[in-house]
């Protein structure tokens, strides 16, 4: 089992920053691929970015590409997502998930687990 708890969100104004954080428990962390997920309301949960157990592969979706960065801290158990240049279509419940395999993944289902969620809104 793997405990995943998010921390970070909040409202922040249209070209803001925002860094959120993932911190793990349980089974060895650095044996998981990690990714960052959103839902807004209405719509499925998508993917944010990924990561590989070891940082080196990493995906990010296209509409994230250069305004957001995805990081891993595998001493400290951490996963981190640093936000820039927030646009309101950012707005959404963000989540991170864990893999039990070494490569990242954009599919949703392949995430064994899930944390509860942090809510970010990015107002105009």
């Known amino acids: 089992q793997v405990q995943l708890e998010e921390s970070g969100g909040g409202l922040v104004q249209a070209g803001g920053s925002l860094r959120l954080s993932c911190a793990a428990s349980?089974?060895?962390?650095?044996?998981?691929?990690m990714g960052w997920f959103r839902q807004a309301p209405g719509k499925e949960r998508d993917v944010v970015a990924s990561i590989s157990t070891t940082g080196r592969s990493i995906y990010y979706a296209d509409s994230v590409k250069g305004r957001i960065t995805i990081s891993r801290d595998n001493a400290k158990n951490t996963v981190y997502l640093s936000m820039n240049s927030l646009k309101p279509e950012d707005t959404a419940v963000y989540y991170c998930a864990a893999r039990g395999m070494v490569l990242p993944s954009y599919r949703a289902h392949e995430y064994n687990y899930w944390g509860q969620g942090t809510q970010v809104t990015v107002s105009s």
């Open positions: 349980g089974r060895a962390f650095s044996n998981y691929a």
